[in-house]
């Protein structure tokens, strides 16, 4: 089933351009870029799937994994954003996909879920479409019945009408309704895909082990640019990267 919404968080997996994607007989293509240096304002050195080039929320990734996770932010972008169906950025679609992260690790998304709302939605900065489409019904209805209300105008009723505390916790819960609404679509995502849901925890052991080893070695020799081709089945992973041709 198609589902619209106005954020666009949700992805048809099949109508991946061939550059970003490629279906074989036994197999998936995943197509990534590797630089030293990403000339995108962040600077950063590491990999970026070619879906993610040119989106400004996005900066590149190593295979280095967080003290709760045992796999990177690359293969997060890959497996629970872009095998998923999920739009690349946007708060929507990061809920989703931490909730697909959280399926596939055990990881809790609750801290991540409470530092978006501190840091963007308390401050009135919500990625991937409006607040007021973002905000929950019973939010909604504490608003005035005026139009024109400002991002910030918008949180500094509810917090006077919610108090602060509150009404993180309520955003906190909002984030995870808003991700666990993608589950179904991330299980038909990768159906679609030809590969099996189950696999996502050790589909995502393959990808980083393979990604340490590339991304070491593409380190330690300096390299400016790298092509990367990922084949993903559910029975191997492989993850070829070469100097990009000019």
């Keep these: 089933m198609q589902i619209v919404d106005s954020s666009h968080a949700y992805r048809d997996v099949g109508l991946y351009p061939p550059d970003q994607l490629k279906q074989h007989d036994q197999a998936i293509e995943v197509f990534a870029t590797y630089k030293k240096v990403w000339n995108d304002g962040f600077g950063a050195r590491g990999w970026k799937l070619n879906a993610t080039i040119g989106d400004a929320e996005i900066i590149a990734s190593t295979r280095q994994t967080g003290q709760r996770i045992n796999t990177s932010v690359f293969v997060h972008d890959v497996l629970d954003h872009f095998l998923s169906g999920f739009g690349v950025s946007g708060h929507r679609s990061e809920a989703m996909a931490l909730v697909q992260l959280a399926k596939r690790t055990g990881s809790d998304p609750r801290p991540d879920f409470r530092q978006m709302v501190n840091e963007d939605i308390l401050n009135g900065r919500v990625s991937g479409e409006s607040l007021l489409t973002f905000l929950p019904d019973r939010m909604l209805s504490l608003l005035p019945a005026v139009s024109g209300l400002t991002n910030k105008a918008i949180i500094s009723t509810l917090r006077d009408a ?24 991330a299980v038909e995502s990768w ?18 082990a393979q990604l340490e080893k590339v991304d070491y070695e593409a380190e330690n020799s300096n390299i400016d640019r790298l092509d990367a081709s990922i084949m993903l089945s559910n029975d191997e992973c492989v993850f070829i990267a070469k100097p990009l041709m000019a």
Excluded: I, Y
Excluded at 165 to 177: K, P, R
Excluded at 199 to 206: D, E, S
């Design 191 to 208: 159906v679609k895909l030809g590969l099996m849901p189950e696999n996502a925890t050790r589909t995502g052991l393959a990808l980083q």
């Design 162 to 185: 919610m108090g602060e505390d509150v009404l993180v916790e309520a955003l906190v819960d909002h984030f995870f309704v808003v991700g666990r609404k993608g589950e179904s679509h």
